[in-house]
């Protein structure tokens, strides 16, 4: 049974880099059909989607925050992380990780994280 | 970017009630959508995906039409478990995912 867990810092300084790390367990990141992504949401707001990583690295970004945002993986210990840099308050929220499955016919977030709260305040 | 738009934001109704909860596109999406379930403090659960097939594990009660531009989800008898935030999301312009802005379903 795959899961996934977020960890990092809950409090980031303005104008600095948010740093977060997601443990996937029960499976392999390097398996096929499945994307690793990074989702986010505001308190009391809906869900946004931050970007992903894929096989062997490839990664694809929201460009509303596209500037800010790196996604990298660590095969070796079954890891992905997400930065974003220069954060606002507009950045506070409750990051998740999460898998998307895809087939030809469709693709759904399926297995997520249990989230993490990220408040950028100084 | 497809936008996605729910209606209604909120929704009161009681145990047992069929309950229908509307999405809609700013363009056609095929069937690439799908349905999650959100209680407070907790992460989003996969209910229906590619509109209308049930995530195993999912209850029956739970069910999802539509194709195009137009999509929903309909409890059948509400239980008590089922009071929530529900959301609708596209995959059509992978991967640039969006979401709907939620309905909550509260106890009337």
């Known amino acids: 049974q795959v899961q996934l867990q977020e960890s990092g810092p809950g409090l980031v300084k303005p104008s600095q880099t948010l740093s977060l790390t997601c443990t996937v367990s029960?499976?392999?990141?390097?398996?096929?059909?499945?994307?690793w992504n990074w989702v986010r949401q505001p308190a009391g707001k809906g869900l946004e989607w931050i970007g992903r990583i894929y096989t062997s690295g490839s990664t694809n970004y929201n460009p509303s925050l596209k500037s800010r945002v790196t996604i990298s993986e660590d095969t070796s210990k079954n890891q992905f992380s997400l930065k974003l840099s220069s954060v606002t308050a507009a950045d506070t929220a409750v990051y998740y990780c999460?898998?998307?499955?895809?087939?030809?016919?469709?693709?759904?977030?399926?297995?997520w994280g249990q989230g993490t709260v990220v408040t950028v305040s100084s | 970017d497809i936008q996605m738009t729910q209606s209604p934001p909120s929704l009161s109704a009681s145990v047992g009630d069929r309950v229908t909860i509307t999405c809609r596109a700013s363009?056609?999406?095929?069937?690439?959508l799908n349905w999650y379930q959100q209680k407070p403090g907790k992460a989003p659960k996969l209910l229906i995906y590619a509109a209308s097939s049930l995530q195993s594990g999912v209850p029956s009660r739970f069910s999802g039409s539509g194709s195009g531009t137009d999509f929903t989800l309909t409890i059948s008898s509400l239980q008590p478990e089922d009071f929530a935030t529900y959301y609708c999301q596209q995959s059509y312009s992978t991967p640039m995912y969006t979401f709907g802005q939620g309905t909550k379903l509260e106890i009337k």
């Open positions: 363009q056609t999406i095929s069937s690439y």
């Open positions: 029960g499976g392999s990141i390097s398996s096929g059909s499945y994307y």
């Open positions: 999460a898998r998307v499955y895809s087939s030809g016919w469709f693709a759904a977030f399926d297995i």
